[in-house]
């Protein structure tokens, strides 16, 4: 019972400190680095729709849905989960983006969409969509850091 009372302590406080004056994203920011992201412009949207979006990643388990300024924390993952992740991310090797469907006819009116690790601070772009096409790098565990992200980010909409 008293560890339920401190952990609803903790959690209320951690609420306060998102609704202060700074949102998560920059109380998570000045805490934490991004180890992958995902994102989305483009397509055809209704004006009032979002141009860019996307979500992003820390090293510290949060895990934030963006729309242009607007950020969202959508999850705190556990750090079996994030240890998990980084290990994974960590070992994505560079390659090619190589789209498996290259002679299918290409499509409009879709967003555009990257999906990129960080590895020691620099991007590695893992795959990309344009088009009705995604490509994905042909680097050792491009495709597994690939559907990590795209998981991530389908966890994005079940919040918007």
Known sequence: MKSIFLSMIALAASLSAFAANEGPHAIIAKQAVVIAETLSSGGFRPQSAPAKWGVRVYDTGHVVRYEDDKITLIATLSTEVIDGLKQRFASVQAGALVDPDKDQPMC???????????????????????????????GSGGYAAYGALEALENLAYIYR
């Open 108 to 138: 409009t009116d879709t967003p555009s969409k990257s999906y990129v690790v960080y590895q020691n601070g620099e991007a590695l772009k893992v795959a990309s969509s344009f088009g009705c096409h995604t490509s994905v790098s042909s």
